[in-house]
């Protein structure tokens, strides 16, 4: 009974990273820098369920270009900027060049959002975007975020009730 091995394991050393040299410290430390910077594009950032982007394509504004189109659904009460990309098969058939354009997307986004108004943004490819190389992509959807910052804001909710109950100061 007692010659069995125990199946727990001794302590395990504690993990080293193998920096020898100097390229590897440099990943290291880069990595450690660029998670503390401002520009992050957390995962609550992300359009994730059905029903918020369905929200965002029936009450939201469309922002159209040649490749993609940006449906924007500015709220008052949100307090940040989140990103949903859609790109489908008509696009493009492949999944490599499909993740492209959401990889493009999302890092244009990631850097236009400290400036961007609050709310929900869906970035709809269109099938010409398939043919657009990286600096193309960029250069479009900068425009698109740049004419949606220009739409109105929303008002907010205690504004629209004070205009509603006193229509001599509207």
């Known amino acids: 009974q007692g010659s069995r091995p125990s199946s727990r394991q001794g302590p395990r050393p504690p993990l080293r990273l193998n920096c020898r040299r100097f390229g590897d410290a440099l990943h290291y430390a880069t990595r450690a820098v660029m998670s503390t910077t401002p520009l992050r594009f957390p995962r609550c950032a992300h359009l994730r369920a059905s029903a918020e982007f369905q929200a965002v394509f029936g009450e939201g504004k469309r922002v159209s270009g040649a490749a993609f189109r940006l449906h924007v659904l500015l709220k008052a009460e949100a307090g940040q900027a989140r990103l949903g990309v ?3 098969k008509r696009v493009d058939k492949s999944a490599v060049g499909r ?3 959401r990889r493009r997307a999302k890092e244009v986004f990631r850097l236009q959002r400290p400036t961007l108004p609050c709310g929900d943004y869906v ?3 269109k099938p010409d975007a398939a043919k657009l190389d990286n600096a193309a992509v960029r250069a479009e959807l900068v425009n698109l975020f740049e004419r949606a910052r220009r739409l109105p804001a929303p008002m907010r909710a205690e ?5 509603a109950l006193n229509p001599t100061n509207a």
Not at 159 to 163: K, L, M
């Open 86 to 88: 859609t790109v489908s």
């Open 99 to 101: 993740n492209r354009l």
């Open 159 to 163: 504004t629209n009730v004070a205009s």
């Open 123 to 125: 970035v709809l490819a």
